[in-house]
């Protein structure tokens, strides 16, 4: 959402709660910068990906069709998003994970007993196959009781070099359909595991999508893609 100046946190709350979609993003003109926030349906969140790509998607398409990179001043600093060749590339942190004993509760959340376990801002849980990814049916309620924010679900795949999914029921959020702040935390796991820097990633939500992503050697992550327009409208606040 665009406005041209900023409002009070709570009419940013109230307005994401109205949407009732996994995030919205409040984009605000600010010098030659933008502030950028992104609410869930029940809190402020401090990086969310693909409300990031939307972002700069609808400033070049509406506001500044010339300009191909976009600055937006954050909670997690200032972040950078490049258009070239029809992508737009996202420059974001990384998380640092450390790893964490498989338990019980967690394999009772996936359906599955996970191979091994991280903890960053969220939790990332490697499951044994791509299967076990896309036949999951998590349970919430256990879900809302694991460490970290978002609980990701992940292993390698047939055509991508790694499929996942991404749950966030502590942010009313059952199924995000595809998680850029949760790549910050794939990316690095899968980079090493791999021994490569550039992964393809798929999200296997019910939407679904591919994420081209690269680990830098300064512990940043690259992802790039694509938006589509899907409505443009006005709201009177």
Partial sequence: MHYKRAVVKGAYAKDSCENNLSETAFVVPNGEIYSLRWFTP?????????????????????????????????????????????????????????????????????????????????????????SEVVDARPDMEFLSGLDGLITHISAMGKKFDCVSRSFAPKLGVVEDSVCGSGHCHL?????????????????????GGKIACRMRDDDRVMLGGKAVLYAVSELFV
């Fill in 42 to 130: 029940l809190s402020e969140i401090d990086l969310c990906g693909h409300a990031t790509l939307a972002s700069a998607f609808a400033l070049k398409r509406f506001f500044a069709p010339e300009q191909n990179e976009f600055k937006f001043k954050t909670l997690s600093g200032i972040l950078n998003v490049a258009y070239k060749d029809e992508t737009f590339w996202l420059d974001f942190p990384s998380f640092s994970l450390k790893e964490v004993a498989v338990s019980e509760q967690m394999a009772r959340a996936v359906g599955a007993r996970p191979k091994r376990a991280f903890l960053g801002r969220d939790l990332l849980l490697i499951m044994q196959n791509e």
């Fill in 187 to 207: 990316v690095p796991f899968w980079a090493k595991e791999l021994g490569k820097s550039e992964i393809a990633a798929f999200q296997a939500s019910k939407r």
